[in-house]
């Protein structure tokens, strides 16, 4: 896949704070990549360091063959976490004006725009100013105004933050819909089950620094061990004594075996001690939410270094 945008070796520090250390990465074209990490982790450094809000201190962000200030932005769309729009203006004017902003045809951008204000619910509001909308409502406009252009890398930075569940379908389905297309997406969200099921790569950071790069899959077979949950009233010992079990959290009759690395699931369950008591059981690896939770407490259930 053509790589669109190239992140390589990015530091950047605020007085005598380093918040960047040499990251890299890439995005390619048709691709949705996710960038993660807790709150304070670079995210949002770095992606103000692709948009050009910011310069870095190090390092170089390559955009079809582009770098720094040569960088074609109205190629990119941005949805920004912290949504801003002008208030006492209208929906189709403030979607004319950022159309304008990214040198976008405005009969085209027109057409675009009571096209989207239907697909997502809003046909009708074109003449409403922006302070009348829900805030839901207000999103989707934001988002619109990210997407009109038809940008070749689009980044949406906690896009499902504050949606119903209703649009959340709706912004998935069109943000898949723009990846088929060949759009480059870069998604960053704490919402990791959306990631988990939308998501062909993640980029995860933690103290500005890359713990886990590649895809799902990739990510899931090297860090994310084999959990057990096994429902039955078991004493806490035996469960403990099972082999190749690295740690085991229990609640009232419901227990969760970690298993250590390279555990083979059949031949472990085989091994289970008949005094064992399972009402029901399943197995699965640990989601990516837990091993999100794990990198940024420390908490251990990964057995791999992730560094």
Not at 57 to 69: A, L, P, R, V, Y
Not at 120 to 128: A, H, N, Q, V
Not at 192 to 212: A, S, T, Y
Not at 235 to 248: A, D, H, K, T
Request: hydrophobic share 40%.
């Amino acid at each position: 896949m053509e790589v669109m945008l190239t992140v390589d070796g990015l530091k950047k520090s605020f007085k005598n704070k380093q918040a960047l250390k040499g990251i890299s990465f890439e995005v390619r074209k048709g691709e949705i990549m996710a960038i993660l990490g807790p709150n304070g982790a670079g995210k949002s450094t770095t992606i103000r360091n692709i948009m050009g809000i910011m310069y870095p201190d190090e390092g170089s962000i390559t955009f079809h063959n582009h770098q720094g200030k040569e960088i074609p932005r109205h190629k990119i769309g941005y949805l920004p976490e912290e949504r801003g729009l002008y208030k006492n203006v209208r929906v189709m004017d403030i979607l004319l004006y950022l159309a304008d902003l990214k040198d976008y045809p405005l009969d085209k951008a027109k057409e675009r725009i009571l096209m989207y204000l239907k697909k997502f619910d809003l046909e009708g509001k074109e003449k409403i100013a922006v302070d009348e909308l829900s805030k839901g409502m207000g999103q989707k406009v934001q988002f619109i105004g990210s997407i009109l252009h038809e940008p070749e890398l689009l980044i949406l930075d906690e896009p499902f933050s504050g949606l119903d569940p209703v649009s959340q379908e709706l912004f998935k389905e069109e943000i898949r819909g723009l990846a088929d297309n060949g759009t480059a997406i870069l998604l960053s969200s704490h919402q990791m089950n959306l990631v988990e099921e939308m998501c062909d790569r993640l980029f995860m950071i933690q103290n500005g620094q890359k713990v886990i790069y590649g895809t799902l899959d990739e990510v899931k077979t090297k860090y994310a061990n084999f959990k057990c949950t096994i429902h039955g009233k078991n004493n806490l010992q035996v469960l403990e004594s099972i082999p190749q079990v690295g740690r085991v959290e229990q609640k009232d009759e419901m227990a969760v075996l970690y298993l250590e690395q390279d555990v083979e699931p059949t031949n472990w369950l085989r091994s289970l001690p008949s005094e064992v008591v399972v009402h029901e059981l399943k197995m699965n690896r640990i989601s990516l939410h837990e091993i999100f939770i794990d990198i940024a407490t420390n908490k251990n259930l990964i057995q791999d270094e992730v560094n």
